[in-house]
Every structure is written in structure tokens, then in C-alpha cells.
């Protein structure tokens, strides 16, 4: 999983898409979060949650409420072939992804 999140900025970079906006110096993120890898095929049981395939790459903008066992993400990357929609947001459960900066937990 870990070298699947390297291609990826790795053909952002290449396709010359930033993460990074460039009209203001290029020091402020767009949208700032974490990015995680989904592990499992998720789908939702109620509106306010996401569908996603495992695979999929999602940001969690912030772990506030974390402790619940749901937290907020939106569909950055979905996995080739799969439905997932960019841009999609809602409720995701924790136990269905994996932060790769810090493998040890939250």
C-alpha cells in the first residue's frame, strides 16, 4: 500500500498537479488532512456515510471524534475500476483504513 501512495504523488507530480497552491507563494495546502488508505470495501448504511473500495485513497481532514469509531473523510484517489466518486464526502469507519504516515495507530 505504501509504494501504491508513492505512484500516486508520484504521477501527481509528473502530470504537474500540486497539492500545494501556487497563487499564494505555494506554502498553503488546498485542503489540509491526513491521507489514508481504505482496506476494505466499505458501503454505506445510512446517507451521511461513504461508499468506497478497498484501495481507495481518502483525506481525513481533521480526527476529531475519532474515539467515536467514525470519522469524516472524502474520496481523493478511488481505486481503479470502482464507482467511488472524487470529491464524495461522509462518515467513514476507522476500522476500515489505515493511516500510512503513522502505521501504529491514531
Excluded: C, R
Aim: aromatic letters at 12%.
Amino acid at each position: 500500500m505504501l509504494i501504491s501512495i508513492f505512484f500516486y504523488f508520484f504521477f501527481l507530480e509528473i502530470a504537474g498537479i500540486s497539492l500545494i497552491d501556487s497563487n499564494d507563494g505555494g506554502s498553503q495546502p488546498i485542503e489540509e488532512g491526513t491521507l489514508v488508505v481504505a482496506l476494505y470495501d466499505y458501503t454505506a448504511s445510512h446517507d451521511d456515510e461513504l461508499t468506497f473500495s478497498a484501495g481507495t485513497i481518502l483525506l481525513i481532514p481533521s480526527w476529531k471524534g475519532v474515539e467515536s469509531g467514525w470519522i469524516n473523510g472524502k474520496i481523493v484517489t478511488p481505486k481503479e475500476g470502482s464507482i467511488d466518486k472524487i470529491g464524495k464526502e461522509g462518515l467513514v469507519p476507522t476500522n476500515y483504513i489505515e493511516n500510512q504516515s503513522n502505521s501504529e495507530g491514531w
